[in-house]
């Protein structure tokens, strides 16, 4: 049964949300730089996207970036890293096939999912993560670019967990779409894309850790790699 709801979540929803996406694309409400086919091509290894997070539409967008290909290789079906408030609602069932719910604040259901995501990344599959742990405007404590006016979120320390050695990081850049999905907008129809503004995605490039980078210093790396992206 998972696997039927799987394959109908990328058939159906993939195939529609992957024309759309390529319309914003044409039309340049998304312009994407630094995209090259082969930097989503992790071979014989699985593939984690990381991406700073300032709304929700990067998580409606960003699983897009490997469309057709996900239609056609399992392995390139991205499944996000969701916290589990929106995991639960029911205008969110159709996508939960493609996502992994985790419930941030309890360290029982942390584990777990970080058990089933070291799984997953033994099986070679491909895996978007947001390590800022919410949408950036919510966060205390921060870090802020030198080269450019962007700022994230520190990352927790679990985040080693996930980026060990077998797997390529690939990270992505988002701007401009805290003006498609305002983080502060009210109303019922507040979470409605405003797809006429425009959204710009930069794309870094592929890379795995080694032994040059120290344990204790793999969180800062990551958030340097992140905060760079933006200069391709």
Same mark, same amino acid.
């Not at 939960?96 to 360290?107: L, S």
């Not at 980026?163 to 907008?185: A, F, M």
């Given at each position: 049964?998972?696997?039927?709801?799987?394959?109908?979540?990328?058939?159906?929803?993939?195939?529609?949300?992957?024309?759309?996406?390529?319309?914003?694309?044409?039309?340049?409400?998304?312009?994407?730089?630094?995209?090259?086919?082969?930097?989503?091509?992790?071979?014989?290894?699985?593939?984690?996207?990381?991406?700073?997070?300032?709304?929700?539409?990067?998580?409606?967008?960003?699983?897009?970036?490997?469309?057709?290909?996900? &239609?056609?290789? /399992?392995?390139?079906?991205? @499944?996000?890293?969701?916290? %589990?408030?929106?995991? =639960?609602? !029911?205008? $969110?069932?159709?996508?939960?096939?493609?996502?992994?719910?985790?419930?941030?604040?309890?360290?029982?259901?942390?584990?777990?999912?970080?058990?089933?995501?070291?799984?997953?990344?033994?099986?070679?599959?491909?895996?978007?993560?947001?390590?800022?742990?919410?949408?950036?405007?919510?966060?205390?404590?921060?870090?802020?670019?030198?080269?450019?006016?962007?700022?994230?979120?520190?990352?927790?320390?679990?985040?080693?967990?996930?980026?060990?050695?077998?797997?390529?990081?690939?990270?992505?850049?988002?701007?401009?779409?805290?003006?498609? &999905?305002?983080? /502060?907008?009210?109303?019922? @129809?507040?979470?409605?894309? %405003?797809?006429?503004? =425009?959204? !710009?995605? $930069?794309?870094?490039?592929?890379?795995?850790?080694?032994?040059?980078?120290?344990?204790?210093?793999?969180?800062?790396?990551?958030?340097?790699?992140?905060?760079?992206?933006?200069?391709?």
């Amino acid at each position: 049964m998972k696997k039927v709801k799987l394959f109908l979540t990328v058939w159906l929803v993939g195939l529609i949300g992957g024309i759309v996406f390529w319309v914003l694309r044409l039309t340049k409400r998304i312009e994407v730089f630094g995209y090259k086919k082969d930097k989503f091509i992790s071979k014989d290894k699985s593939l984690i996207l990381i991406s700073n997070h300032p709304s929700l539409w990067e998580p409606a967008i960003l699983p897009f970036l490997l469309f057709p290909r996900f &239609i056609f290789s /399992r392995k390139q079906i991205p @499944f996000s890293l969701m916290d %589990k408030g929106y995991f =639960k609602k !029911k205008w $969110f069932t159709v996508f939960r096939p493609v996502c992994i719910p985790i419930e941030r604040g309890n360290r029982r259901e942390e584990l777990r999912t970080a058990n089933k995501v070291e799984e997953m990344l033994k099986n070679k599959r491909t895996l978007i993560v947001y390590p800022e742990c919410g949408r950036t405007f919510l966060g205390k404590e921060f870090r802020n670019s030198a080269t450019h006016s962007g700022r994230i979120r520190k990352f927790p320390e679990g985040i080693r967990r996930l980026v060990g050695k077998g797997s390529v990081i690939l990270t992505i850049w988002v701007e401009g779409s805290d003006e498609v &999905i305002p983080n /502060r907008g009210k109303g019922l @129809f507040c979470f409605l894309p %405003k797809i006429w503004k =425009k959204t !710009k995605i $930069f794309i870094g490039q592929p890379f795995e850790f080694n032994e040059v980078v120290p344990v204790n210093s793999i969180v800062e790396f990551l958030e340097n790699k992140l905060l760079e992206t933006r200069l391709f």
